[in-house]
């Protein structure tokens, strides 16, 4: 189900968005629209939808609209046309009580500059969004106390932010939002402004939480790596337009322009690929029971020199021509005593995995998936093409 819906949303910010409407609607370049108009085209008809308990990241350059996007979600930001639904309710429409009472209980933030006071306590920090909503003493500090033990900082609530480090006041600031059952999480750039092993220390956190916690949450960065991290889908944004949307897989696989393209240059590939992304389906497999003859005439059919023996849909290794021309000469019934172990890998082993394996030997791996289900052969090929796009296959796949 999905728990934010944006839908055709427009903002052109200046004293008269309206008049301009129009002329956005048209593909005037968000650069003419400022000189006829001197108004900024923010967003240019943004459409996605954020499924619920999933990590949906927003990307782009700075000043490529990720802010403006994010604050529509929770009204900082009316939009110039367009429509926000959020659990099944019209953002736009809700009044002043209403969107009060929205925006405490459905959805918290997390800043990139911590947003932390530096007067009160970490514990008060942690608290704060409760105290806001009206909770009991008590009652917020218990709450705010459990979420800062859970991001690692439960010896830390009497301190004040400035005793603590970059990473740390960040934790608190997680942890603030957490605290308040909020079910979306909107982050942005939370994790810019950190060290970059600190940053990926939090990011292992982030997703360590989100097993458990299962929230809705939009992510913005403008690092890809952290993006192909994180996301279960992103959206990639350029001049307020979007420019591509999909899993990670969609987009390292299938950038829809040069923009994108860019992006990618520096990216780790092996790290977001995996197995499943390299697989020959195979062309013929045998069963435990295949009779020698047609095994032989099968592979030769195909120019084969070895094929999968499946045992059900589990893998149950691989025969040779050689070993099925001996069961033949020695008219054994069928090829079962000639299937010798096959090494194989799970779809979902990272592509640096399949590397390492590869390697180490040059015989063929097929790739299973749930309960051992045989899916295909490992492409030599594929791999290399994945790791190394552009440069073309070596060999013939
Ligand atoms: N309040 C505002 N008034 C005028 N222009 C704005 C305002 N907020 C953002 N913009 C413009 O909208 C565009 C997108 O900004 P922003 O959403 O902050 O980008 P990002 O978060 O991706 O860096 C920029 O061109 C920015 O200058
Ligand atoms: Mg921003």
């Not at 009652?139 to 459990?146: G, V």
């Not at 390299?278 to 029971?289: E, G, K, Q, Y």
């Not at 090829?335 to 890998?345: N, P, T």
Request: overall charge negative; charged content about 25%; cysteine-free.
């Amino acid at each position: 189900m999905s728990k934010i819906e944006v839908k055709n949303i427009y903002k052109i910010f200046g004293p008269h968005p309206a008049k301009w409407l129009e002329a956005a609607r048209s593909d005037i370049s968000k650069e003419d629209l400022l000189k006829r108009s001197r108004h900024t085209l923010g967003l240019r008809d943004i459409s996605l939808s954020v499924e619920e308990g999933s990590i949906y990241v927003i990307m782009g350059l700075s000043g490529s609209g990720k802010s403006t996007l994010i604050r529509h979600f929770n009204r900082l930001i009316e939009p110039t046309a367009g429509q926000i639904v959020v659990d099944g309710v019209d953002v736009v429409s809700l009044g002043k009580r209403e969107l009060e009472q929205f925006r405490q209980k459905t959805m918290s933030m997390v800043f990139q500059r911590f947003g932390l006071f530096p007067h009160r306590t970490v514990l008060e920090n942690a608290a704060y969004g409760l105290a806001v909503q009206g909770v009991a003493r008590a009652q917020r500090e218990d709450k705010a106390r459990y979420w800062l033990d859970q991001v690692g900082l439960k010896e830390f609530e009497e301190q004040y932010p400035d005793q603590l480090s970059g990473g740390m006041q960040q934790r608190v600031g997680l942890a603030r939002a957490l605290a308040t059952d909020a079910e979306i999480l909107l982050m942005d750039e939370a994790f810019s402004a950190l060290d970059p092993l600190i940053r990926r220390e939090m990011q292992d956190q982030l997703l360590q939480l989100q097993l458990k916690l299962n929230k809705t949450i939009v992510f913005i960065t403008h690092d890809l790596d952290e993006a192909l991290r994180l996301g279960n889908r992103i959206a990639i944004l350029k001049d307020g337009e979007l420019i591509q949307e999909g899993t990670p897989e969609d987009i390292l696989l299938n950038p829809a322009t040069e923009y994108v393209q860019t992006f990618l240059q520096d990216v780790n590939r092996t790290k977001v690929l995996s197995a499943s992304h390299a697989v020959n389906p195979s062309r013929l497999t045998l069963t435990m029971r295949t009779r020698p003859a047609l095994a032989i005439k099968q592979m030769r059919a195909l120019d084969y020199a070895f094929a999968p023996v499946l045992d059900g849909k589990r893998l149950a290794g691989v025969l040779t021509v050689d070993a099925a021309l001996t069961a033949e000469q020695e008219g054994q019934r069928d090829i079962s005593r000639q299937v010798v172990e096959l090494a194989s890998m799970p779809d979902t082993a990272g592509l640096d995995e399949v590397l390492v394996q590869l390697v180490a030997s040059d015989q063929p791996v097929a790739v299973t998936g749930d309960g051992d289900k045989f899916i295909g052969m490992l492409s030599r090929a594929k791999v290399m093409e994945l790791v190394t796009p552009g440069i073309g296959s070596i060999e013939s796949r």
